[in-house]
């Protein structure tokens, strides 16, 4: 009988998967990371916009209750009060994880868009199926410096828009896509 120690090896790298992930890993997010392709993020400023919205509406709420809280004396109202406090905390700590895993990413044939830290969606829209493409910017987006494209297909079930994109880059976008739907239209 030997005494001689023995070390645990790691488990060897399945040659299938890429970069030493296992094979689970990328089974797994496999649907919402296609091979060969390269994703341009949205703008970090769309963040900043939904950061403020989520200032604006639980803020006030936030003093009103406090307010009522202190005026009254009733130690209740400070509950209400924590639970919008969490609630905008918890927004604020989603916002910027969520605008993270926003993407969009041109193919030959068609746009990508993905979205979602929990619940995943990646939508495939054709170039050949789009009708047109809508590039919006409200007052709120516009002082953000962030705009909106809004691809519209035959189907209603299967629009997609792309939030937060700096203006200069939604234009981009937008002429880029209703050149390739036209070309893809007209068979060429």
Request: net charge positive.
């Amino acid at each position: 009988m030997s005494t001689e120690p023995t070390t645990a090896r790691p488990p060897e790298p399945d040659p299938a998967s890429s970069a030493g992930t296992t094979a689970a890993t990328t089974n797994a997010s496999l649907p919402f990371e296609p091979a060969g392709v390269t994703w341009t993020a949205v703008s970090p400023r769309l963040a900043a916009a939904r950061l403020t919205t989520i200032a604006l509406v639980f803020g006030p709420l936030v003093l009103v209750l406090a307010a009522l809280a202190l005026a009254t004396g009733a130690s209740w109202l400070w509950v209400p009060t924590g639970v919008v406090v969490l609630l905008a905390l918890w927004g604020a700590v989603l916002v910027p994880r969520q605008v993270r895993a926003m993407a969009y990413a041109e193919r030959a044939d068609d746009l990508l868009v993905r979205r979602g830290i929990l619940f995943r969606s990646l939508v495939v829209v054709p170039y050949g199926r789009m009708q047109y493409v809508d590039v919006s910017a409200g007052p709120f987006a516009r002082r953000f410096g962030i705009a909106s494209v809004q691809l519209h297909t035959a189907s209603p079930a299967t629009t997609a828009s792309i939030d937060g994109l700096p203006p200069a880059e939604a234009a981009r976008l937008r002429d880029r896509l209703a050149s390739r739907g036209e070309a893809r239209l007209a068979g060429l």
